[in-house]
């Protein structure tokens, strides 16, 4: 991740172009990845350095990444993208996050009424 | 590594993996979109075997598989859905409460799910998590529960 992060402007702008480019493929994937972002332990005491990550002094921001998959054999069609989201911004960066998503899992299937309805008579027969 | 059959049940294990590990834990979302393969037709009559012609094209389908992955205790925790209607609450709520959990936040408030499909579901069969006290006990934490009988 030497190529720097991304506002998240800039990241929701780029990962809807990344859901865009493969609603016109049958095929292929999109990674997300949330983690926490970690800063060099050695500026810690001993003491925090044995158990550093469960007692934070103060919360610590997280960083996501998207990327569409690919890896060596088509390095440069590979897209990568990764933006931090500070503690006090998680919230709204969720709202925003889970909007794009939405918009950009168009495969998935509908919400099914009729099959929703045949496991709920099922139901009522069997008690 | 095992799936969970809620989405509740993955949520509560991802929060005590987090909770155990939580510079290590990361957790992944999967888009998956795979081509349906057009059913072979069985009709061997038909001299021309080049064209396999389906039916009519059918569109790809999607898949979400949600990922919790510990890299030091290699525990894996996984939730696979293909439907719509739960990406939002998922892509929010769920990870929203991981990513609080990641940044350290503490005070993170009980939010419970249901799948789309499991609203019928007796109440009952949210047991009371299994948190895992330490980092490598989580391990087994996904096979121990066992659902109950449908």
Redesign the interface.
């Known amino acids: 991740m030497s190529s720097g992060h991304l506002s998240q402007d800039e990241f929701f702008d780029k990962l809807g172009h990344l859901f865009n480019h493969?609603k016109s493929?049958?095929?292929?994937?999109?990674?997300?990845?949330?983690?926490?972002l970690?800063y060099d332990p050695s500026e810690q005491s001993t003491t925090a350095k044995l158990f550093?990550?469960?007692l934070?002094d103060?919360?610590?921001?997280?960083i996501i990444k998207a990327t569409n998959?690919k890896s060596k054999r088509d390095r440069s069609d590979k897209e990568k993208l990764s933006t931090v989201?500070q503690?006090h911004e998680?919230?709204a960066?969720?709202?925003r996050?889970?909007?794009v998503?939405?918009a950009?899992?168009?495969?998935?299937?509908?919400?099914d009424k009729s099959?929703?309805k045949a496991?709920?008579k099922k139901?009522k027969a069997t008690s | 590594m095992p799936y969970f059959k809620t989405s509740q049940e993955w949520l509560d294990h991802s929060v005590a993996l987090l909770e155990a590990?939580?510079?290590?834990?990361?957790?992944?979302?999967?888009?998956?979109?795979?081509?349906v393969k057009p059913r072979k037709q069985t009709t061997t009559s038909s001299g021309d075997e080049s064209s396999t012609a389906p039916s009519g094209p059918r569109?790809?389908?999607?898949?979400?598989v949600l990922k919790t992955y510990d890299p030091v205790s290699g525990v894996t925790l996984k939730y696979r859905?293909?439907?719509?209607?739960e990406?939002?609450r998922l892509?929010?709520a769920a990870?929203?409460r991981?990513?609080?959990a990641?940044?350290?936040?503490q005070d993170v408030p009980e939010e419970t799910m249901q799948d789309?499909?499991a609203v019928?579901t007796p109440q009952g069969e949210q047991t009371p998590q299994q948190v895992a006290t330490g980092g490598g006990a989580g391990g087994g934490g996904g096979k121990k529960k066992k659902k109950g009988k449908k």
């Open positions: 493969r493929s049958d095929h292929g994937a999109i990674y997300l990845t949330q983690k926490r970690t550093p990550d469960l934070p103060k919360p610590l921001p997280i998959g989201v503690p998680l919230e960066f969720y709202v996050y889970a909007d998503c939405k950009g899992m168009t495969l998935l299937k509908p919400r099959k929703k496991k709920a139901k | 590990r939580p510079s290590s834990t990361r957790v992944t979302t999967r888009y998956s979109i795979k081509p569109a790809p389908r999607g898949s979400l859905t293909t439907k719509a209607a990406v939002t892509m929010s990870l929203g991981l990513g609080k990641m940044a350290g936040i789309a499909d019928e």
